[in-house]
Antibody, heavy 126, light 108 residues
Framework: QVTLKESGPVLVKPTETLTLTCTVSGFSLSNDRMGVNWIRQPPGKALEWLAH???????SYSTSLKSRLTISKETSKSQVVLTMTNMDPVDTATYYC??????????????????WGQGTLVTVSS | DIQMTQSPSSLSASVGDRVTITCQASQDISNYLNWYQQKPGRAPKVLIYDASNLETGVPSRFSGSGSGTDFTFTISNLQPEDLATYYC??????????FGPGTKVDIK
């Protein structure tokens, strides 16, 4: 059974650094057909993709937030960590981690998020 | 940067209705588009990948079509449990992803 669970602080102060951990089970972070992504959703607003890490440690980031984000993984612990620096009240959101699956077809490859964590609400306030 | 739009932003329909949502990209993204359903207070769930492929276990009343810049998501026989917000997601620039702004579906 595949599960992902986010953990981290529920409240951070402006200018602080947020560290979130995604602990996965039911699959390995070394599986070459899978990756883990972070997505956030401010209250009442749309989903926003943040970062991705693949099994080979390939990483990618949202262009608009790239300077503030770092994603890493510890395969032996089945954990993916996201740090976001210089937090601001506009960063208040539910933060999700999600597994990305890679399906290879005859002509191209498919990538989508097939399992998600429950999300964790992070509030930025002094 | 490729922009994604969805229309309508919200709709209200009756049980049994056929509901159609569109997602438009500002440039050609081939079929690199997925659709997700997010029920209130829940994490999103993938319904359609690669524009038209139904994810395993998803009811057949959900379908998707399109390629290039214009995509359609359809619920053929709206059910009460389909109350949710639906998002398209492009990945033509993998390994980056972008979600559309979402369409909220209410049941009359």
């Amino acid at each position: 059974q595949v599960t992902l669970k986010e953990s981290g602080p529920v409240l951070v102060k402006p200018t602080e650094t947020l560290t979130l951990t995604c602990t996965v089970s039911g699959f390995s972070l070394s599986n070459d057909r899978m990756g883990v992504n972070w997505i956030r959703q401010p209250p009442g607003k749309a989903l926003e993709w943040l970062a991705h890490i693949f099994s080979n440690d390939e990483k990618s980031y949202s262009t608009s937030l790239k300077s503030r984000l770092t994603i890493s993984k510890e395969t032996s612990k089945s954990q993916v960590v996201l740090t976001m620096t210089n937090m601001d009240p506009v960063d208040t959101a539910t933060y999700y981690c999600a597994r990305m699956i890679w399906r290879s077809g005859e002509l191209s490859s498919s990538y989508y998020f097939d399992y998600w964590g429950q999300g964790t609400l992070v509030t930025v306030s002094s | 940067d490729i922009q994604m739009t969805q229309s309508p932003s919200s709709l209200s329909a009756s049980v049994g209705d056929r509901v159609t949502i569109t997602c438009q990209a500002s440039q050609d993204i081939s079929n690199y588009l997925n659709w997700y359903q997010q029920k209130p207070g829940r994490a999103p769930k993938v319904l359609i990948y690669d524009a038209s492929n139904l994810e395993t276990g998803v009811p057949s009343r959900f379908s998707g079509s399109g390629s290039g810049t214009d995509f359609t998501f359809t619920i053929s026989n709206l059910q009460p449990e389909d109350l949710a917000t639906y998002y398209c997601q492009r990945y033509d620039n993998f390994p980056t992803f972008t979600f559309g702004p979402g369409t909220k579906v209410d049941i009359k």
